[in-house]
């Protein structure tokens, strides 16, 4: 019998360090392999209200480039060059751990003075790649993008331009960078986070500014987080250790009291 009871309570204990925990879950690392990427700009949103106003022009076959606005008289335009955005996937094929930064490809912002109300204020991009573990797929990713084409004016900028004399730079950002998109694969649903626009995968911000009279390029770092697994909360376990102790107890006293009545 006392090695029942020391069993319990010995169970009892092993439970006390879970408490400090204090998780509802812990997400397992899941391996996916992402191969023939694409992305594609749409629905361009429109400065003015009028979307003939913004000279819309596609570039490349699955509409990876876009150019936008109509061009100045300025000096520092001398080919006349429309505004833009692009976007270069990654090279493929790429497996990723779910929970993992990772470089989902390269944008290019092209910032060139374009008349007031040409510009667009946003548009979709949207990622297109197979899934090849698990249950082979072809999955499409959505996200809204936001252009923000600053007045051709030179102060008061809220980003202070890099150059004397030139205009404020323009911002690029996905208004819902912590948003996602999700997917399905083999049961699990996963989710595809944008983090930020940067350098690498430990230096990255949730905007992407261009001086103007520029091209500019950043990388766009992501993830792919997976659901938690349960695990018992905190208040369960000590319920858990509270009631092996309570059953070590009371095993102790049933064999106190079972000897006492012997000896009487």
Avoid at 25 to 39: D, E, F, K, M, Q
Avoid at 54 to 77: C, D, L, M, Y
Avoid at 149 to 177: H, Q, R, Y
């Amino acid at each position: 019998m006392k090695q029942i009871t020391h069993l319990l309570a010995g169970t009892a204990v092993a439970l006390v360090p879970m408490l400090g925990l204090g998780l509802p879950g812990v997400a397992n690392a899941i391996p996916v392999t992402l191969n023939n990427p694409s992305a594609s700009f749409s629905d361009p949103v429109p400065a003015s209200g009028d979307l003939a106003n913004s000279n819309i022009h596609w570039v490349g076959a699955n509409h990876e480039e876009i150019r936008f606005g109509v061009p100045t008289n300025n000096a520092k335009n001398p080919n006349k060059q429309q505004s833009g955005l692009r976007f270069d996937v990654f090279d493929a094929p790429m497996t990723v751990q779910t929970g993992a930064v990772f470089n989902l490809g390269t944008l290019s912002h092209f910032n060139w003075e374009v008349k007031t109300g040409t510009s667009i204020s946003g548009a979709t991009l949207t990622f297109t790649f197979d899934i090849e573990n698990g249950s082979p797929m072809t999955i499409s990713l959505p996200f809204a993008l936001g252009v923000e084409e600053t007045a051709n004016v030179k102060t008061g900028c809220a980003n202070a331009p890099t150059l004397s004399g030139n205009w404020c730079p323009d911002v690029i950002s996905f208004p819902n960078m912590s948003g996602s998109s999700t997917f399905v694969l083999d049961g699990k649903t996963l989710t595809l986070n944008l983090l930020g626009f940067g350098p690498s995968a430990g230096d990255y911000q949730k905007t992407f500014i261009t001086q103007e009279f520029a091209n500019n390029s950043t990388s766009l770092w992501a993830s792919i987080s997976a659901p938690a697994t349960q695990v018992p909360e905190p208040g369960s376990l000590l319920m858990m250790a509270l009631g092996l102790l309570g059953l070590g107890g009371l095993q102790t006293y049933r064999q106190q009291r079972k000897g006492s009545k012997q000896r009487g």
